[in-house]
């Protein structure tokens, strides 16, 4: 599952596609300038879901909807270009053409980001009665 994005860099932009993997979201991006000329390669980038924090889609009443996708590091995004201060989020634009279905995209992701996460045992500093497990009986 795909969606392409956009990402305002002032003189040039970055567009692209977050594609929806089996066990990574891959982003693959190009630069282009004003002109809509190419500038580099494409590029790619595969965070495996138990890297990423969040992802969500933020609806907007005239605007495209705008995605954003953040790190549980600031290296993640390391190697792509993104705006000054966008250290572990990645916030794009949506396409066009990608809006109808960003929604569907969104609850994907959530899902597989959630089935990521270790499951099993909440971490061993809670007390027992808030990790699940039924209070210790002792007898006098």
């Known amino acids: ?3 392409r994005f956009s990402i305002d860099l002032g003189v040039n932009t ?3 596609v ?3 993997r089996k066990d990574d979201l891959l982003v693959e991006w190009r630069r282009y300038d004003m002109m809509e000329v190419p500038k580099s390669p494409l590029e790619s980038l595969s965070i495996p879901y138990g890297d990423i924090a969040s992802i969500d889609i933020k609806k907007r009443k005239v605007l495209r909807p705008i995605v ?3 790190a549980k590091s600031a290296s993640t995004f390391a190697s792509m270009p993104l ?3 966008d ?3 990645l916030r794009a634009t949506v396409s066009r ?3 109808s279905h960003a929604a569907l995209w969104d609850a994907e992701a959530t899902l597989r980001i959630a089935e990521a996460l270790p499951g099993g045992q909440p971490p061993s500093s809670l007390p027992d ?3 699940g497990s039924a209070p210790r009986i002792t007898s006098d």
Do not use: N, Q, W, Y
């Open 83 to 85: 705006p000054a201060g």
């Open 1 to 3: 599952m795909t969606l």
């Open 129 to 131: 009665s808030e990790r």
């Open 14 to 16: 970055l567009k692209g």
């Open 87 to 89: 250290l572990s989020t």
């Open 18 to 20: 977050l594609t929806l």
């Open 97 to 99: 053409k990608d809006r």
């Open 68 to 70: 954003e996708v953040v």
